[in-house]
C-alpha cells in the first residue's frame, strides 16, 4: 500500500512559478513510476507530466512541454513538478499517482493505468 500526499498548489499570476510536490510512504517508492494529472471544473483529469521509477523515462503532455519539468528523489520518497510561466488554463486540482513501474524507463500516460492517487491539491492562476 502507498498512500500520496500532494502540496505546494495555490494562487499564483500569469508567468508565476510554483513547484508542487507528492510525498509517498513505504519503502518501495523506487519501484513506482509516478505520474502527474490535472483536472479542471468540467473536465476530464489528464495527464500532465510522468516519469519512470529510476527517473529516466519522462513524458510531458503538449500544453506543459518546456514550461514544467517533472522529477524525483527516491531517497526522500518524493515526486516534484516544477511548474514556470503558468497561464490561467493551467487552473486545476492536480494529482500525482503512482503504479508499480515495469522497467527503468517505462512511464504511464493512462489515467487507468494507476493504482494509487493523492487527494489533489488546487492550482489557480490568476489573469
Known amino acids: 500500500q502507498v498512500q500520496l500526499v500532494e502540496s505546494g498548489g495555490g494562487l499564483v499570476q500569469t508567468g508565476g512559478s510554483l513547484r508542487l510536490s507528492c510525498a509517498a510512504s513505504g519503502r518501495t517508492f523506487s519501484s513506482y513510476a509516478m505520474g502527474w494529472f490535472r483536472q479542471a471544473p468540467g473536465k476530464e483529469r489528464s495527464i500532465v507530466a510522468a516519469?519512470?521509477?529510476?527517473?529516466?523515462?519522462?513524458y510531458y503532455g503538449d500544453s506543459v512541454k518546456g514550461r514544467f519539468t517533472i522529477s524525483r528523489n527516491n531517497a526522500k520518497n518524493t515526486v516534484y513538478l516544477q511548474m514556470n510561466s503558468l497561464q490561467p488554463e493551467d487552473t486545476a486540482v492536480y494529482y500525482c499517482?503512482?503504479?508499480?513501474?515495469?522497467?527503468?524507463?517505462?512511464?504511464?500516460?493512462?489515467?487507468?493505468?494507476?493504482?494509487?492517487w493523492g487527494q489533489g491539491t488546487q492550482v489557480t492562476v490568476s489573469s
Open positions: 499517482a503512482g503504479v508499480l513501474g515495469r522497467y527503468s524507463t517505462t512511464y504511464y500516460t493512462a489515467f487507468s493505468a494507476y493504482d494509487y
Open positions: 516519469i519512470s521509477y529510476s527517473g529516466t523515462g519522462v
